[in-house]
Each structure stands twice: as structure tokens, then as C-alpha cells.
């Protein structure tokens, strides 16, 4: 079976940091492009930032642009988001994803996506 377990978030003032994780099992990785959507009450989930199956590529948000970084562990079936200068538009639940398919011109959207994981809760108060 498939999961991606994710770990991390919880309650931060404005201004600090936190660190997400993401493992996946069932299967390797190593092929996969993964990365982190977000959704706030009443929003759309959104993209957050993705690095490609051979790292070679990352892409981020606009909005999280020099403030997040995606990384990957070695064996590729980790992949981890670390949140400095948190905002409280940061706020949201955060979700980790895998996908095969995933290219230049679709990263940022959902459907294109395999797999995800369940989920973490990360407030940023003011």
C-alpha cells in the first residue's frame, strides 16, 4: 500500500519557523517529482513549492519564494519544507504529494498528482 506520512507543523508566532516532513512507502520514489500543496479555509488548494524526481528542478510559489525550501533525502522518498519568516496568510493546512507525470507546465496543479499525504496543520499567529 501507498502512503505518504507526513510530520511537522503545529503553532508558530509570526516570524518564525517550521519544518515539515514527508515519507513516503509502499513503493520508490526515486521517479517521482514531489512537493507541497496548501489549503485554507475556504480556498482552493494551492501549490507551495516542488522539487523534480532527479532534483533538478524546483519550483516555488510567488508567495513563499526566498522564505521556503524544498529538499529531498537521499534515497528520494523523503521530501521536506522548511518555513522561515512565517506569515499569517501562512496559515493553512499543508499537504505533501508525489506525481510521475509532472512537468514544467503543470506542476502547480493538483490533478496531476499520484499520491498525498494526510495532511498537518501549521497556524501562524500574529
Known amino acids: 500500500q501507498v502512503q505518504l506520512v507526513q510530520s511537522g507543523g503545529g503553532l508558530v508566532q509570526a516570524g518564525g519557523s517550521l519544518r515539515l516532513s514527508c515519507a513516503a512507502s509502499?513503493?520508490?520514489?526515486?521517479?517521482?517529482?514531489m512537493g507541497w500543496f496548501r489549503q485554507a479555509p475556504g480556498k482552493e488548494r494551492e501549490f507551495v513549492a516542488l522539487?523534480?524526481?532527479?532534483?533538478?528542478?524546483?519550483y516555488y510559489a510567488d508567495s513563499v519564494k526566498g522564505r521556503f525550501t524544498i529538499s529531498r533525502g537521499n534515497a528520494k522518498n523523503t521530501v521536506d519544507l522548511q518555513m522561515n519568516s512565517l506569515k499569517p496568510e501562512d496559515t493553512a493546512i499543508y499537504y505533501c504529494?508525489?506525481?510521475?507525470?509532472?512537468?514544467?507546465?503543470?506542476?502547480?496543479?493538483?490533478?496531476?498528482?499520484?499520491?498525498w499525504g494526510q495532511g498537518t496543520q501549521v497556524t501562524v499567529s500574529s
Open positions: 504529494a508525489a506525481g510521475l507525470r509532472i512537468s514544467s507546465g503543470t506542476y502547480y496543479r493538483a490533478g496531476q498528482y499520484d499520491y
Open positions: 522539487m523534480s524526481w532527479n532534483g533538478g528542478n524546483t
Open positions: 509502499g513503493r520508490t520514489f526515486s521517479s517521482y517529482s
